[in-house]
């Protein structure tokens, strides 16, 4: 809580307790995230960025737009472009939660290109969304989380022939084939 004012902010927020240096960046930034571990009301968990709204009151950022900013043109000019869409081949900038083509933002949206910087709770690093651009392929990441298993899993992601982003999973070893069993093995000779 303020002392000089009466604003103040929850500690704890869809089940996730703000550290003390989010909540200064907060402050200071207008925003801060993408921050990991809510959760929302049937426990699932979610990533979202925290900004200060119009009356700086802290408010969720999926980064999707929301209709009343759709004609809000977005200056990237301080930015340093992290590759060439695959779709269209402007340019890619961080956005929020997520790396856009720099056509899929504002009022003239020519491109649909978007991906999360956080992807099945595996924050996605600048340099391998800029390799992800460049070379079609980031390094193995090991910290993906499957939806429906709950379990750690790596993958590559890679550049679709679509130009969305899917996942390689690295290549297995062969299993060994199962041995005979005693009983298989025995021949019928009545």
């Known amino acids: 809580a303020c002392q000089a004012c009466d604003w103040s902010t929850w500690k704890i927020v869809a089940s996730r307790q703000f550290e003390?240096?989010?909540i200064?960046?907060?402050?200071?930034e207008g925003h801060v995230g993408p921050l990991l571990g809510f959760r929302n009301k049937m426990g699932r968990l979610f990533n979202a960025e925290i900004k200060l709204n119009e009356e700086r009151q802290p408010v969720?950022?999926?980064?999707?737009?929301?209709?009343?900013?759709?004609?809000e043109p977005v200056d990237f000019s301080d930015q340093e472009a992290l590759g060439r869409c695959p779709k269209c081949q402007a340019s890619v900038f961080e956005h929020g939660m997520s790396y856009v083509c720099e056509k899929s933002v504002g009022a003239e949206k020519s491109c649909d290109f978007r991906s999360g910087k956080i992807i099945l709770q595996q924050p996605i690093e600048r340099d391998q969304m800029s390799r992800l651009l460049s070379e079609g392929k980031t390094e193995?990441?090991?910290?993906?989380i499957s939806n429906k298993t709950?379990?750690?899993?790596?993958?590559?992601?890679?550049?679709k022939p679509d130009g969305g982003v899917g996942?390689?999973?690295?290549?297995r070893a062969p299993k060994k084939p199962a041995k005979a069993s005693k009983a298989a093995g025995k021949k019928d000779t009545a």
């Open 20 to 22: 003390i240096d989010e």
């Open 24 to 28: 200064e960046t907060l402050l200071r």
């Open 60 to 71: 969720f950022d999926f980064g999707q737009p929301r209709d009343d900013e759709s004609a």
């Open 140 to 144: 193995l990441l090991r910290g993906f």
């Open 150 to 159: 709950k379990r750690k899993f790596s993958a590559f992601l890679v550049r």
């Open 167 to 171: 996942f390689e999973f690295e290549p």
